[in-house]
């Protein structure tokens, strides 16, 4: 894992709680211990989400966020209207706002990985390049690498 500023999606703390899929669960488990609170940033909808979780999943992943400690960041308006051009695209349906909101605040804060485990929404090379394009439309010349876990430990 090379040094590079982090942003940590909700579906990666999601695979930490027991019954996840054994390979990406492993692989969640090994990045987010070799991420540091300088590398590591999350937003309040990441809180959010997780907050949402049944009790029993939730508790190991504030256990986890509480050992990594990643910087928190808070959506800025220009964030919210990312977003929504995301939305008004196609790129994503608007019950999906908040997947397009972490893609934003990635965005926004020039992370240099988003890294993710939402394959439907967020992480893959289709939605990668939309992005791209949408941002571009936008003024936004950077875009973040989004990889899985499992990409960014064989970086």
């Not at 504030?62 to 220009?78: I, K």
Request: with cysteine.
């Amino acid at each position: 894992m090379t040094e590079r500023i982090y942003y940590v999606e909700t579906s990666v703390w999601g695979m930490l709680p027991k019954g996840q899929p054994r390979e990406m669960r492993r692989a969640s488990l090994e990045f987010l211990h070799r991420l540091t609170s300088q590398s590591g940033f999350v937003s309040s909808v990441v809180l959010k989400e997780i907050m949402a979780a049944k009790e029993v999943d939730r508790s190991q992943m504030v256990e986890s966020l509480e050992r990594v400690r990643p910087t928190l960041l808070e959506p800025m308006p220009n964030a919210e209207e990312l977003a929504q051009h995301y939305i008004d695209c196609g790129i994503l349906p608007p019950k999906k706002r908040d997947d397009a909101l972490h893609v934003a605040i990635a965005t926004i804060e020039e992370m240099d990985v988003l890294v993710s485990w939402n394959h439907r929404h967020i992480a893959n090379v289709r939605k990668t390049e939309q992005y791209r394009g949408a941002n571009l439309l936008r003024g936004y010349s950077h875009t973040p690498l989004i990889l899985t876990p499992l990409e960014v430990l064989h970086e």
